[in-house]
């Protein structure tokens, strides 16, 4: 009985990564059911034994996303004061964390970044993820604001709008290799992109 339970467990994972993929580079409107179990190699009463529905296993997949993510910035959330050389040190281990969950999930952050705005259900969790995204770093620097860390006349809430449009940002080019400024990227490790953006984040164009 384990090793049903075992079995099954690997199939659904197996047909969540194929339907990510599938989103992904088909579109959620031009992928089919039918596409998902062909690849899966399985029956469609398979696929419908672990999901109700093609918008079911793509909530499912967002809400898995949304939970790591989360995970790694709270990685920042301070208990005590520590100095700006640890505070960069603890900014570049959530960075560490979001850009390698992104390099391990291409698919989920390309519909994350991307959006699905063709399907209202599926595009509102996606811009609930990226409000709780925005919410976390609002705590995060909140805290650091409570423990006298930053200035005192910072807004956090604003101060994680521009976080978040600093790391979609970056985040997008560098996996989409969509534009120009793209090409620049790709000529530095994936650590050297994470110190600059961090490094970015904390002293802006002068280092100041």
């Not at 570049?92 to 999930?105: G, S, Y």
């Not at 409000?131 to 770093?137: C, K, L, R, S, V």
Request: glycine share 4%; hydrophobic share 45%; proline share 1%.
């Amino acid at each position: 009985m384990m090793q049903d339970r075992m079995r099954r467990q690997d199939r659904k994972q197996q047909l969540l990564a194929i339907a990510l993929e599938l989103f992904a580079t088909k579109g959620f409107e031009n992928t089919k059911i039918s596409d998902i179990v062909a690849k899966a190699e399985v029956s469609q009463g398979t696929f419908y034994w672990h999901f109700e529905s093609k918008e079911a296993i793509c909530l499912e997949m967002l809400e898995a996303g949304r939970v790591q993510i989360l995970n790694a910035i709270q990685i920042g959330y301070r208990t005590t004061k520590v100095d700006v050389k640890d505070s960069v040190v603890s900014s570049m281990n959530i960075f560490e964390h979001i850009f390698q969950f992104a390099e391990e999930n291409p698919f989920l952050m390309q519909i994350i970044l991307k959006g699905i705005h063709s399907q209202p259900t599926l595009q509102s969790k996606v811009d609930a993820i990226k409000t709780d995204m925005e919410a976390a770093f609002a705590k995060n620097i909140r805290r650091a604001k409570e423990l006298h860390m930053t200035n005192e006349r910072i807004n956090p809430e604003m101060q994680a709008v521009f976080v978040m449009s600093l790391l979609e940002g970056v985040l997008s080019r560098w996996l989409f290799k969509t534009s120009s400024s793209s090409q620049v990227l790709q000529h530095h490790s994936l650590q050297q992109i994470i110190e600059e953006t961090v490094k970015f984040e904390f002293f802006g164009i002068f280092g100041v």
